[in-house]
Antibody
Framework: QVQLQESGPGLVKPSQTLSLTCTVSGGSISSGSYYWSWIRQPAGKGLEWIGRIYTSGSTNYNPSLKSRVTISVDTSKNQFSLKLSSVTAADTAVYYC??????????????WGKGTTVTVSS | SYELTQPPSVSVSPGQTARITCSGDALPKQYAYWYQQKPGQAPVLVIYKDSERPSGIPERFSGSSSGTTVTLTISGVQAEDEADYYCQSADSSGTYDVVFGGGTKLTVL
């Protein structure tokens, strides 16, 4: 059974770049037709989709974050990564990685990591 | 941007039926998905493509769609169903192809 695990610094200074990695275990990141996504959730608030990537490197981003987000994939390590630049306190959140099922132009997340908390503070 | 609207909270007694709604202009043309999130845990998919249930999800969870509103129904609610529930869908243009509703806190009285 596929499992996802987020990793990265829990504290990032304002204006710096947040970097997280999601490691996929129990299956190859390249198998099937899955995409791979990042979602975040500020404390006490709702979910916000950040973006997704296919193993070919093709990406789609939330328009509201697009200018600051880069998602990449490393199939040799069975990992995909998130970089969010110029962070502010508003980027403080729990960050989740997830597997994305594409179906006829629709996308939904069927497997999620446990999440990792990132705080933006000096 | 595109918005999906959910009621902030729904309360129900054990054994009763809970209905959580999600409204959006594009829902007649787009599928909806539902996630359950318990405190301190990651979301779990409970309904996909409006009304399909993933394996391992109890039969008491069901979904339906009517016009611009989709509904998650939990029949015979149990204490363990107390959680936040989020709908997810997309706008009709494809610009916003993953959008979450604001979430609904289900309280089991």
């Amino acid at each position: 059974q596929v499992q996802l695990q987020e990793s990265g610094p829990g504290l990032v200074k304002p204006s710096q770049t947040l970097s997280l990695t999601c490691t996929v275990s129990g299956g190859s990141i390249s198998s099937g037709s899955y995409y791979w996504s990042w979602i975040r959730q500020p404390a006490g608030k709702g979910l916000e989709w950040i973006g997704r990537i296919y193993t070919s490197g093709s990406t789609n981003y939330n328009p509201s974050l697009k200018s600051r987000v880069t998602i990449s994939v490393d199939t040799s390590k069975n990992q995909f990564s998130l970089k969010l630049s110029s962070v502010t306190a508003a980027d403080t959140a729990v960050y989740y990685c997830a597997r994305v099922v594409p179906w006829g132009g629709y996308y939904y997340m069927d497997v999620w990591g446990k999440g990792t908390t990132v705080t933006v503070s000096s | 941007s595109y918005e999906l609207t959910q009621p902030p909270s729904v309360s129900v007694s054990p054994g009763q039926t809970a209905r959580i709604t999600c409204s959006g202009d594009a829902l007649p043309k787009q599928y909806a998905y539902w996630y359950q999130q318990k405190p301190g845990q990651a979301p779990v998919l409970v309904i996909y493509k409006d009304s399909e249930r993933p394996s391992g999800i109890p039969e008491r969870f069901s979904g339906s769609s009517s016009g611009t509103t989709v509904t998650l129904t939990i029949s015979g609610v149990q204490a363990e169903d107390e959680a936040d529930y989020y709908c997810q869908s997309a706008d009709s243009s494809g610009t916003y192809d993953v959008v979450f509703g604001g979430g609904t806190k289900l309280t089991v009285l």
